[in-house]
């Protein structure tokens, strides 16, 4: 069962939140749909998840749900989690294992069941007030004083005393208090952008046409390509002025349409798939390695004019089925898939433009010669807020 073969949707289940007796439950519904060899799967099947407090690696939040032979029909499978205690308000990831097979990546486990950290964490602000109750009903009249002695003719008689005060009125109900008020969390923004075609080659296959990365004889990078922070470029944007580490050092004045960023914007994560666009013959023993770095044109925010790197913004691309530097001994087929994970905190003027550099390195432990031309296509993700 391949692990491309999974697809799953986290749902979470809450009831509206009444005054009541029965605290609130923390287990949430889990909705799954497996398929094997391309079909929605049927039988029973062990099923593990636990959470994590990272995308990859990290370390596991919470105990682990073990169902031996959960059944599964027409690829569609549900049921109840709970991590009691889990979730605190911090970022988790939901793993699954399928017969003892890890899928990847994992899930991010996103607003809907955090919320249950409202229950018993941050408390809302106050309710508005209450209506004022109604007034009380006037009390009644006091008893009439009696009436004085007759007096002398021609002198009135003193004043009789007054009244008792009547009974207090009953107290209005206190009004409903207001509704808890809702913390809900800033959403990142995402920026993607891709280069690479399909095509026909001469043999008349599909294949896919993208950017070439080029090394020279001593496996330096001297040609990668360049992508705007978002978009899809089906002609990749050559750059020859590579230094040995694949960073652009030439004054290169980009052209094309910029995307200058109307504001301020702190970026956060770098991430990217690779793939060999075409069948590509490596010399064997020889290893290449491919990176991504973000790049700010300092077009208005004070800077050059000119590209510069943004420090600590490299991401490696790995191999996808080993987690290793991608290596190839011989022949790199078309759709060998290579992935790409960075985390950062960068913050970015208003006024200027972010580009993706991509380019490539080699080496080799043979003395085999190392000028390769490497073409590919690409996708890429930056993350904000």
């Not at 008893?143 to 004043?159: D, F, I, R």
């Not at 002609?235 to 002025?241: F, K, R």
């Not at 060999?276 to 013959?281: C, R, Y």
Request: aromatic letters at 6%.
């Amino acid at each position: 069962m391949k692990r491309q073969m999974l697809a799953a949707t986290l749902l979470l289940c809450l009831s509206e939140v009444i005054a009541a007796p029965v605290p609130q439950s923390t287990a949430f519904t889990y909705q799954g749909s497996l398929s094997a060899n391309g079909q929605p799967a049927n039988g029973s099947f062990d099923l593990t998840f636990k959470l994590f407090d990272a995308p990859t690696g990290g370390s596991q939040v919470g105990s682990t749900i073990t169902m031996q032979a959960f059944p599964v029909a027409n690829g569609l499978f549900t049921t109840d989690l709970d991590f009691p205690g889990a979730f605190t308000g911090s970022q988790t990831w939901l793993e699954v294992t399928v017969a003892g097979q890890v899928l990847t990546p994992r899930q991010a486990v996103n607003t809907a069941p955090v919320a249950q950290y409202a229950l018993n964490g941050v408390t809302g602000p106050r309710g508005a007030t209450g209506a004022t109750g109604a007034t009380g009903v006037a009390g009644a009249p006091g008893a009439t004083g009696a009436t004085g002695a007759a007096g002398a003719t021609g002198a009135t008689g003193p004043v009789g005393a007054t009244g008792a005060t009547g009974i207090a009125g009953v107290t209005g109900t206190t009004g409903a208090t207001g509704a808890t008020g809702s913390n809900a969390s800033a959403t990142p923004f995402i920026f993607l952008s891709s280069v690479g075609v399909s095509g026909i080659d001469n043999a008349g296959a599909a294949q896919n046409v993208g950017a070439n990365l080029t090394t020279n004889s001593a496996g330096d990078a001297v040609r990668g390509t360049l992508l705007p922070l978002s978009g899809h470029m089906s002609t990749p944007l050559i750059v020859d002025g590579l230094d040995i580490n694949g960073q652009v050092v030439l004054p290169l004045m980009f052209t094309g349409p910029l995307q200058v960023l109307p504001t301020g914007i702190t970026l956060t994560k770098l991430t990217g798939v690779l793939n060999p666009a075409s069948f590509v013959i490596i010399n064997i023993g020889v290893k290449s390695t491919m990176k991504a770095q973000l790049y700010r044109y300092e077009r208005q925010g004070g800077g050059s004019g000119m590209l510069a790197p943004i420090p600590g913004t490299i991401c490696t691309f790995t191999d996808a089925s080993s987690g290793t530097l991608q290596t190839y001994s011989d022949i790199a087929a078309a759709g060998m898939i290579s992935t790409c994970n960075s985390t950062f905190s960068v913050t970015i003027p208003a006024g200027d433009a972010v580009m993706i550099a991509i380019s490539m390195t080699t080496s080799t432990t043979s003395g085999q010669p190392l000028s390769i031309t490497f073409p590919v296509s690409a996708s890429m993700s930056v993350q904000g807020n």
